[in-house]
């Protein structure tokens, strides 16, 4: 709902809805961080340098966070070839660097997901378009040394959503089936 009336607002009035998004808590590392994602993905809210610094100031929970993934992912996709060279160079070297080792985190697990983080991110900017300043094979495959288990194709699922879902169990009391069945 908020989502589309931001839409609308956007329609009437960008000016406002710029305003509207800069009120928005920047130390938020939950709804407002998505909604900060999707806002400044619109390139009619936000130009690519005002996209690129807002990116390059994310806390590292918020940059990190797997459930804030998705959102970020798919706004540096759509908006990755409009970022100045130096923002993107930023951005690049912040994905390089790897996420912060967290409290009580052995150091060789640190290491794996890092890199496992950072393989993932990569390989799906790449697989979406996205072009670096880098060697990209290189730096896959130095990182792939600490996470052995790795293959491209799980970066396939770095932007699949990480949200709950729900469904239903049916009930089927039929038991005859597991008569077969040895103890």
Same mark, same amino acid.
């Given at each position: 709902?908020?989502?589309?009336?931001?839409?609308?607002?956007?329609?009437?009035?960008?000016?406002?809805?710029?305003?509207?998004?800069?009120?928005?808590?920047?130390?938020?590392?939950?709804?407002?961080?998505?909604?900060?994602?999707?806002?400044?993905?619109?390139?009619?809210?936000?130009?690519?340098?005002?996209?690129?610094?807002?990116?390059?100031?994310?806390?590292?929970?918020?940059?990190?966070?797997?459930?804030?993934?998705?959102?970020? *992912?798919?706004? !540096? %996709?759509?908006?990755?070839? @409009?970022?100045?060279?130096? &923002?993107? $160079?930023?951005?690049?070297? =912040?994905?390089?660097?790897?996420?912060?080792?967290?409290?009580?985190?052995?150091?060789?697990?640190?290491?794996?997901?890092?890199?496992?983080?950072?393989?993932?991110? *990569?390989?799906? !900017? %790449?697989?979406?378009?996205? @072009?670096?300043?880098?060697? &990209?094979? $290189?730096?896959?495959?130095? =990182?792939?040394?600490?996470?052995?288990?790795?293959?491209?194709?799980?970066?396939?699922?770095?932007?699949?959503?990480?949200?709950?879902?729900?469904?239903?169990?049916?009930?089927?009391?039929?038991?005859?089936?597991?008569?077969?069945?040895?103890?």
């Amino acid at each position: 709902r908020f989502s589309g009336l931001f839409d609308e607002l956007v329609q009437l009035d960008v000016s406002r809805a710029q305003h509207e998004v800069s009120l928005w808590r920047q130390s938020d590392d939950s709804v407002f961080a998505r909604l900060r994602f999707w806002a400044i993905g619109k390139p009619e809210v936000a130009a690519a340098e005002t996209f690129g610094r807002v990116v390059m100031e994310l806390n590292d929970d918020v940059f990190w966070d797997s459930y804030h993934q998705r959102d970020l *992912l798919l706004v !540096l %996709a759509r908006r990755w070839g @409009e970022l100045p060279k130096e &923002l993107r $160079k930023g951005i690049e070297d =912040r994905i390089l660097e790897g996420r912060p080792r967290w409290q009580n985190e052995e150091e060789a697990e640190y290491q794996g997901r890092k890199a496992l983080s950072t393989l993932n991110r *990569l390989q799906w !900017l %790449a697989n979406n378009g996205c @072009e670096f300043s880098f060697d &990209l094979a $290189k730096e896959l495959d130095a =990182r792939s040394q600490l996470a052995s288990k790795w293959k491209p194709e799980y970066a396939e699922h770095a932007a699949d959503s990480r949200e709950i879902r729900s469904g239903r169990v049916a009930r089927n009391t039929e038991h005859s089936p597991l008569l077969r069945v040895p103890v």
